[in-house]
C-alpha cells in the first residue's frame, strides 16, 4: 500500500533535509514552481525522482545550488560570459548548461556530459539546500502535466509516490527557469524562462535553439531533451489562437464546439475577459504585467481540468520579454492544435 506524502510547514526545513539526507524525493517550493527535489550526489535517491515522476529516463535534471561555490565544484569549466551571468541573475530563475564533472552521477545528466545549474532565489529553496547539500530536481509534477505553482498541485500529482512536500504557498514566476547552453558557441537559449531574452543579452551574446520554437531538422537531437515531449497538457484538448482575428476565431471554435456537446472555457488576458459570454472565463491576468499571466497559467490549466472543460480555447499573447516564455508553454500545453487568426 502507497504511504501518504507528509505535507511539512516552513519551520520544518530540518525534518525535510533528513529525509532528503537519507535519500528520500521532497518536494520544495522555488521561485519558479516546486521542484522535487533528491540528494544529487546520491544516485539511488536521483532515481527515485524518474520513479516518482515516471519521467523518460533521457531527460536530465537540473542541479540546485546554495552559491557559487557549491555550483563550482560540480562543473569543470565556467567561460568567463557564463560567469557574468552568474554574477548578473543568480540567485534566480536561469539555469546554465555547462560541463559536468565526473563526481556527479550520470544519472542526473542523463548520460550527457554536461550538467545544468542554477541558484534558486526562493528562501525556503536556499535554506534546504543549505541543510541538504546539492539537489537534483525538476519540475515537481507527473511527466507530462503543468507544473506545479502550490503545494495542492504537487499533493495532487505526486502523494504516496514521495515522501514529504514542503508547503511554501504559491510560486512568483508560475513558469520554470530560463536555461542557457554555455557549451556551444554562441550560447544557446534552450527554454525560455523568468529571465528574458533582452535581459541574457545585455550581459554576453545569447541565441535561440531553434528547438525552442520546435524546428528541428529531421533526424536532429534537440540540444535539452526536455524540448522533444509533450508538456504542460491538461485532459482538456487545447487551442492556442493568435492573431489579430484571435477573438472573432475563438467565438467561432467555441459555438463550434458547444454544438458538439463539448463545454468550452476560454483562457484569456483578464482586460478581454468581458467580450466573451456564456462561455466559462479563466482571466489570465493583464498584458500590462506579465508576471501575473505567467504565475497563472500553469494553475489555469489545472483549473481547466477540475472545471470539466473539454476545450479550452486561449488567447495569444506577444513574445516580447517574458511573453516568450509564457507562449512556448501555451504551444506546448496545445500541441498541434495552434491557430493563426
Ligand atoms: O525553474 C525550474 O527550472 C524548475 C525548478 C524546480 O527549478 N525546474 C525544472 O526542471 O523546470 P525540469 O526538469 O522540469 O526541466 C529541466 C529542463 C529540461 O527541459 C531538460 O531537458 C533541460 O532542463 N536540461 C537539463 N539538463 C540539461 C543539459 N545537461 N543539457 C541540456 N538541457 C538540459
Ligand atoms: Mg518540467
Redesign the pocket.
Known amino acids: 500500500m502507497a504511504v501518504r506524502t507528509l505535507l511539512l510547514g516552513t519551520n520544518e526545513l530540518d525534518r525535510a533535509a533528513a529525509l532528503l539526507r537519507a535519500g528520500q524525493c521532497v518536494a520544495f517550493p522555488?521561485e519558479?514552481?516546486?521542484?522535487?527535489g533528491a540528494s544529487a550526489l546520491n544516485p539511488q535517491a536521483v532515481e527515485g525522482i524518474f520513479a516518482a515522476k515516471g519521467?523518460p529516463q533521457d531527460?536530465?535534471?537540473?542541479v540546485?545550488c546554495a552559491s557559487q561555490e557549491q555550483a563550482a565544484e560540480l562543473v569543470t569549466d565556467i567561460p568567463e560570459e557564463a560567469a557574468a551571468l552568474m554574477k548578473a541573475f543568480w540567485p534566480g530563475?536561469l539555469?546554465l548548461?555547462l560541463p559536468?564533472g565526473p563526481q556527479v552521477p550520470d544519472v542526473v545528466?542523463?548520460g550527457?556530459d554536461?550538467?545544468?545549474v542554477?541558484i534558486?532565489s526562493h528562501p525556503v529553496a536556499l535554506r534546504l539546500i543549505e541543510l541538504a547539500g546539492p539537489l537534483a530536481?525538476?519540475?515537481?509534477n507527473l511527466s507530462g502535466r503543468p507544473?506545479p505553482t502550490k503545494a495542492e498541485h504537487v499533493m495532487t500529482d505526486l502523494d504516496g509516490r514521495i515522501a514529504a512536500v514542503v508547503d511554501g504557498g504559491e510560486t512568483g514566476?508560475g513558469?520554470?527557469?530560463t536555461?542557457v547552453?554555455c557549451v556551444s558557441r554562441p550560447f544557446r537559449l534552450?527554454?525560455p524562462?523568468?529571465v528574458t531574452l533582452e535581459e541574457l543579452n545585455t550581459v554576453c551574446q545569447v541565441v535561440v535553439d531553434p528547438g525552442v520554437y520546435g524546428e528541428l531538422n529531421q533526424g536532429e537531437k534537440p540540444?535539452?531533451?526536455?524540448?522533444k515531449y509533450r508538456h504542460y497538457a491538461p485532459n482538456a484538448q487545447v487551442f492556442l489562437v493568435a492573431g489579430d482575428r484571435a477573438e472573432e476565431c475563438i467565438k467561432e471554435l467555441a459555438e463550434e464546439h458547444q454544438r458538439r456537446g463539448c463545454k468550452v472555457g476560454v483562457m484569456v488576458p483578464t482586460e478581454h475577459a468581458s467580450r466573451y459570454s456564456g462561455i466559462t472565463v479563466l482571466p489570465m491576468g493583464s498584458t500590462a504585467n506579465l508576471q501575473e499571466i505567467s504565475a497563472s497559467i500553469y494553475r489555469l490549466l489545472r483549473e481547466a481540468d477540475e472545471l470539466r472543460i473539454d476545450v479550452l480555447l486561449v488567447e495569444g499573447i506577444s513574445e516580447e520579454g517574458l511573453g516568450m516564455a509564457i507562449m512556448n508553454r501555451l504551444r506546448r500545453a496545445a500541441g498541434e492544435r495552434i491557430i493563426f487568426a
Do not use: Q
Open positions: 522555488t519558479t514552481v516546486y521542484g522535487l519521467r531527460n536530465p535534471l537540473i540546485h530563475p539555469t548548461v559536468k545528466s542523463a550527457l554536461t550538467l545544468a542554477r534558486p530536481a525538476p519540475s515537481a507544473s514566476w513558469v520554470e527557469s536555461v547552453d534552450l527554454r524562462g523568468g540540444r535539452s531533451p526536455g524540448m
